[in-house]
């Protein structure tokens, strides 16, 4: 009903608007139904789509946007969508389960590809845990190929977002052996800097309705999100409360000026970004020119 409401309304049916497969995009499939474009592969994906046209619209990992934009790319941040952290899940062959982190140093990391959020949290977690050695790694296209690829001991490891993760732990496919939550939030709305007006305005009624929605799926009225999240993803009863529990939603979409210097200075650190290559000497240039950052 929230849909055909807002389609009709607004006309946004034209718009290709894509996210991940994940909880965090029931309020905004609610919002969008058919229009909402489902990309498995992840951020790195949606990206390369939008710079190639495939979406106009993309709801993507805070620090593969500020990664694309300095390096080069047609990307402005329009708002914010999700403002929690997201938990990296961190999993292993189950003959690995008693692994710690540090033994992970110098193995194979599977990312979905390279600028992806897999392939940038595998440099900040070498960063937060003083590893000397770059991690290798092994491009595996999606969750699946990563699943595939660690069963089949192509590669050691990989990061992928926890409760996504949990029910393959749930039947014995691979252990989560801990979890690198970002610095960051966790999910932003993007679109290229040469959109037209009309799209701009568009997009930015999407968010709105979509943040709006967030409140009712939070409100977990009679436990309906919780069946929801279980029959359509998979968890548990006790992870989807869980996940419901911790998960926060921008309440306005606002941007944070502190939040944008601090994905690009820990990105710096960690050798995703280099300071010498930087394209913006100003946080405020990436986000759309009438976006007024908040301190």
């Given amino acids: 009903w929230i849909w055909?409401?807002?389609t009709m309304s607004s006309g946004i049916g034209n718009l290709k608007v894509a996210g991940v497969p994940e909880h965090f995009n029931v309020p905004l499939k609610d919002v969008l139904g058919e229009s909402f474009v489902e990309v498995k592969g992840g951020s790195g994906?949606?990206?390369s789509g939008l710079r190639n046209g495939d979406y106009d619209v993309i709801v993507a990992l805070t620090e593969c946007i500020v990664a694309e934009i300095e390096n080069g790319g047609d990307v402005k941040i329009l708002g914010t969508y999700v403002e929690s952290p997201l938990t990296w899940g961190v999993s292993v062959r189950n003959e690995n389960r008693n692994m710690s982190f540090a033994e992970l140093e110098g193995k194979t990391f599977g990312i979905s590809r390279f600028g992806s959020g897999s392939h940038i949290m595998a440099f900040v977690m070498a960063k937060q845990y003083g590893w000397n050695t770059t991690p290798k790694f092994?491009?595996?296209k999606d969750f699946a190929?990563?699943?595939?690829?660690?069963?089949?001991?192509?590669?050691?490891?990989?990061l992928w977002e926890t409760f996504t993760t949990k029910p393959y732990q749930d039947r014995g496919e691979l252990s989560i052996i801990g979890g690198v939550p970002t610095p960051w939030p966790c999910f932003m709305f993007a679109m290229k800097s040469s959109s037209s007006i009309e799209i701009q305005k568009k997009?930015?009624?999407?968010?709105?309705a979509a943040l709006e929605s967030s409140i009712t799926y939070k409100t977990n009225d009679q436990q309906k999100s919780t069946q929801r999240i279980c029959r359509e993803f998979g968890l548990t009863e006790m992870d989807a409360n869980s996940w419901l529990d911790s998960v926060r939603y921008s309440p306005?979409?606002?941007?944070?000026k502190l939040v944008l210097e601090t994905t690009r200075d820990i990105l710096i650190e960690s050798g995703v970004l280099s300071k010498a290559n930087l394209q913006l000497s100003d946080v405020s240039l990436y986000t759309l020119p009438n976006i007024e950052l908040k301190p």
Avoid: H, P, W, Y
């Fill in 203 to 208: 997009a930015q009624s999407i968010l709105s």
């Fill in 252 to 256: 306005n979409g606002s941007i944070s």
């Fill in 4 to 6: 055909n409401r807002f």
């Fill in 138 to 140: 092994e491009v595996c």
């Fill in 45 to 47: 994906a949606m990206t």
């Fill in 145 to 158: 190929g990563l699943r595939n690829a660690l069963n089949s001991k192509v590669i050691d490891v990989f």
